[in-house]
């Protein structure tokens, strides 16, 4: 059975500084995808950014980037220049990639404030 | 693109009645998905398609939900008879195997059961 853990529940950040909110996941399948979704008080889900467990370099999309530890099982979402407006809830997910099921997996969450 | 379409945002209805949730994937997705979430328990795949057939069902509370997907175009989620503890916010997502394989949800739909 796939998990996601998200070891904290709160995170506060000073604004402009960077942050990291961690994620370990565990899963028996060779090939997954990695993610990380926003969602601020509005309640829409954003999607950020996507890892594949075979891509050689860690993915980055402007400010986010997610700092990938294959052996570790570990998928750490940093945001840089930390902005007021990246205060949300932040979620992991995993999808296993597999050719009889498809389904995203999503941890706990991380509620991360911005303080100006 | 006009994104996954959910209706309605909001729906408040009174325990035992019939509760349907509406979703219209984006065009050229085959997979979609719908997700309960709560305080209590977070974001709990319920039921997810493939080319509009139910592939994974095991998420589903209980017989009282039940989701149909008739064309690739249209799905619903109905509770029969609804719970307060059915309260929360149901999401549709829809995605490809192309690209990013990243999901788009839909804006949700807020049920609340008195």
């Known amino acids: 059975a796939q998990k996601i853990t998200q070891t904290q529940p709160g995170m506060f950040v000073q604004e402009k500084e960077a942050v990291t909110l961690d994620c370990t996941y565990d899963?028996?399948?060779?090939?997954?995808?990695l993610f990380w979704y926003k969602q601020p008080s509005s309640g829409e889900m954003i999607f950020l950014i996507y890892?594949?467990?075979?891509?050689?370099q860690n993915a980055t999309e402007g400010r986010y980037s997610l700092n990938f530890q294959k052996a570790r099982k570990s998928a750490n979402l940093v945001i840089s220049a930390s902005q007021l407006g990246d205060s949300a809830m932040y979620f992991c997910?995993?999808?296993?990639?597999?050719?009889?099921?498809?389904?995203?997996?999503f941890g706990p969450g991380t509620s991360l404030s911005v303080i100006p | 693109d006009a994104g996954v379409i959910q209706s309605p945002r909001h729906e408040v209805t009174e325990m035992g009645q019939e509760v349907t949730l509406r979703c219209k994937p984006i065009?050229?997705?085959?997979?979609l998905f719908w997700y309960r979430q709560t305080m209590m328990r977070g974001l709990e795949l319920l039921i997810y398609?493939?080319?509009?057939?139910?592939?994974?069902d095991s998420g589903m509370p209980e017989d009282r939900f039940s989701a149909k997907m008739p064309n690739a175009s249209f799905s619903t989620l109905k509770i029969q008879p609804s719970e307060p503890r059915d309260s929360a916010v149901y999401f549709c997502?829809?995605?490809?195997?192309?690209?990013?394989?990243?999901?788009?949800f839909g804006s949700g739909t807020r049920l609340t059961v008195v």
């Open positions: 065009s050229g997705h085959d997979y």
């Open positions: 398609f493939n080319n509009n057939v139910p592939i994974d």
């Open positions: 899963t028996s399948d060779p090939s997954y995808g």
């Open positions: 890892q594949g467990s075979y891509d050689q």
């Open positions: 997910a995993m999808r296993e990639v597999g050719t009889s099921y498809d389904k995203v997996i």
């Open positions: 997502a829809s995605s490809s195997l192309e690209g990013d394989y990243g999901y788009t």
